[in-house]
């Protein structure tokens, strides 16, 4: 097979042009149809009742990842084979569900013959197709519609551009429906417990801190010498600073605390390190997600965090150096 460089190129890009072209138009064409499967979704799953999603060929394949992408976000998902449903596969279906079928001409035969059993089931429909005019949008409750002014297949044969904008406009309406139920970090990390996601999402402060001798301490009577010269045995930027009684946290003193101290005179070193400390540093629960950590490194522009038990006491350390080898950033 000859291949000329250039040609490949340029055959490439114009392929993912007429994909944004189709992601483009999709994009404009959005209104109250959209608003309303929203709402759907809402009512089906604030009911007891569940998603289903169904297709044939490469509308099966789109079907399938969305049906991953719903889960994902805490909303119960299947996908019903199209072929299989009418030979048993029904038996997952119950009154009160909401199904989205994928047609991009809304033509497809097995999806259509699927349309009267389900809604003997007591399930609403979404036509999920490129055709509002098909048997399936006007036999359909509701309609996911998404435009494609042209496919990216020079034969005009294989699904491109379509199966991007379905792909696309499902995936939009799993993160609408996310925004709007308000789903946190955690609530995805319980949807995510396994590979790098779910150990980024569920790591723990304590998981990642610095502790030990990695952590070093001082009483607010140590001198500012004192307090260097434990910093750099830890080899650390800061260094946590606590009341000599209670040993309650009271501040932190860091290289750029250190830095300003030494315009302050030639006897700062012997000063107490409460002279120049920063008093009620921002400081993170040992027990809370390391991505909570994240948040307040990313909002209050620290490069360190002091992490304290539930007494106020300095337990560990996160250094901003140390979050880009967790993968949390």
Do not use: W
């Not at 189709?22 to 109250?32: C, E, I």
């Not at 809402?42 to 969305?66: D, P, R, Y």
């Not at 996911?144 to 042209?150: D, F, N, T, W």
């Amino acid at each position: 097979m000859a291949l000329d460089p250039k040609t490949a190129l340029n055959r490439a890009r114009a392929c993912i042009k007429i994909e944004q072209e189709a992601l483009t138009a999709t994009s404009r064409g959005l209104g109250r149809e959209f608003v309303d499967v929203a709402h759907g979704v809402e009512t089906a799953v604030g009911g007891g009742g569940k998603l289903i999603f169904s297709g044939v060929g490469k509308s099966a394949h789109i079907a399938q990842k969305l049906v991953g992408t719903f889960n994902s976000t805490g909303l119960s998902t299947c996908f019903l084979d199209a072929t299989q449903a009418l030979h048993g596969d029904f038996g997952l279906v119950g009154k009160g569900d909401l199904a989205f079928l994928l047609s991009n001409s809304g033509q497809t035969e097995e999806v259509l013959r699927l349309v009267p059993v389900l809604k003997r089931f007591g399930v609403r429909i979404v036509a999920f197709t490129s055709n509002p005019a098909s048997d399936l949008a006007k036999n359909a409750d509701l309609k996911l519609i998404y435009q494609v002014p042209r496919e990216a297949c020079p034969l005009k044969l294989a699904p491109t551009a379509s199966t991007t904008a379905a792909l696309a406009l499902g995936d939009a309406l799993a993160m609408v429906l996310l925004t709007a139920r308000g789903l946190t970090r955690n609530d995805f990390a319980k949807y995510h417990p396994g590979g790098n996601l779910g150990r980024v999402l569920l790591l723990r402060v304590k998981d990642i801190m610095r502790s030990g001798h990695h952590l070093p301490i001082a009483p607010e009577t140590a001198t500012t010498q004192v307090a260097i010269l434990a910093m750099t045995k830890a080899r650390s930027g800061s260094i946590a600073v606590v009341h000599p009684k209670s040993g309650k946290l009271t501040g932190i003193f860091t290289d750029g605390d250190f830095r300003r101290s030494a315009l302050s005179g030639t006897d700062f070193l012997q000063k107490p390190v409460s002279t120049f400390m920063t008093r009620s540093p921002k400081v993170v629960a040992e027990d809370a997600l390391g991505v909570e950590a994240l948040n307040l490194f990313e909002a209050h522009k620290i490069d360190d965090l002091i992490v304290i038990d539930t007494k106020g006491k300095p337990v560990g350390l996160v250094d901003g150096q140390d979050l880009p080898k967790l993968k949390i950033v």
